[in-house]
Antibody, heavy 129, light 110 residues
Framework: EVKLLESGGGLVQPGGSLRLSCEAT????????MNWVRQAPGKGLEWVSS????????????YYADSVKGRFTISKDNSKNTVYLQMNSLRAGDTAVYYC??????????????????WGQGTLVTVSS | QSALAQPPSVSEAPGQRVTISCSGS????????VNWYQQFPGKAPKLLVY???LLSSGVSGRFSGSKSGTSASLAISGLQAEDEADYYC???????????FGGGTKVTVL
């Protein structure tokens, strides 16, 4: 059974930093794209970032929403089956529940294969003074 | 404003059929697969339909997806009280190199 467990959320002041973690079990971690998706209170889903391991191309590839580019960094540690989201220069607009989501596919070569087929329970990040 | 446009809400009586539309562009829906997610209040989203019209494992056959051009739809037939939830469409956008979601549609069973 696939399980994704997020942690690291909390209250942080504007301009501060926070690192989220998502520990994965139940599947071969290195063989799947991993993602972060957030949901502001009372709002819809917003994709934040994705990380592709080696896949069919060499090295890792990362992708970011324009709203977080330059402030957030996604990374993963295959030895710990964990994906991270380092969030810097946090703003009030970053307040949201952050979900970790596993992609069915290993990369973005064949996009018909990509979908978020498992989700964590989410961790709440509140940016406020 | 979301890249994919969905109606904020739809409602219908039990047993009836509802359809949720999802409108995009040539760089997302027009080029790539559409996935649909179901979310109950306070819960994590769940994959419902993928690759336009394929049902995720365990999903009731009352749900169906379709796509034509730059628009997609999710239909729920034989509407039941347990179908009350928020529904989101999503697709990869080639121009943005990003996933884009619809704003979500709240389904209410009257």
């Amino acid at each position: 059974e696939v399980k994704l467990l997020e942690s690291g959320g909390g209250l942080v002041q504007p301009g501060g930093s926070l690192r989220l973690s998502c520990e994965a079990t139940g599947f071969t971690f290195r063989e799947h794209v991993m993602n972060w998706v957030r949901q502001a209170p009372g709002k819809g889903l917003e994709w934040v970032s994705s990380i592709v391991d080696s896949g069919r191309s060499s090295g890792r590839s990362t992708y970011y929403a324009d709203s977080v580019k330059g402030r957030f960094t996604i990374s993963k540690d295959n030895s710990k089956n964990t994906v991270y989201l380092q969030m810097n220069s946090l703003r009030a607009g970053d307040t949201a529940v952050y979900y970790c989501a596993k992609d069915h596919a290993a990369d973005y070569d064949i996009l018909t294969e990509n979908r978020f087929d498992s989700w964590g329970q989410g961790t709440l990040v509140t940016v406020s003074s | 404003q979301s890249a994919l446009a969905q109606p904020p809400s739809v409602s219908e009586a039990p047993g009836q059929r509802v359809t949720i539309s999802c409108s995009g562009s040539s760089s997302n829906i027009g080029e790539n697969a559409v996935n649909w997610y179901q979310q109950f209040p306070g819960k994590a989203p769940k994959l419902l339909v993928y690759y336009d019209d394929l049902l995720s494992s365990g999903v009731s056959g009352r749900f169906s997806g379709s796509k034509s051009g730059t628009s997609a739809s999710l239909a729920i037939s034989g509407l039941q009280a347990e179908d009350e939830a928020d529904y989101y469409c999503a697709a990869w956008d080639d121009r943005l190199s990003a996933w884009v979601f619809g704003g979500g549609t709240k389904v209410t069973v009257l």
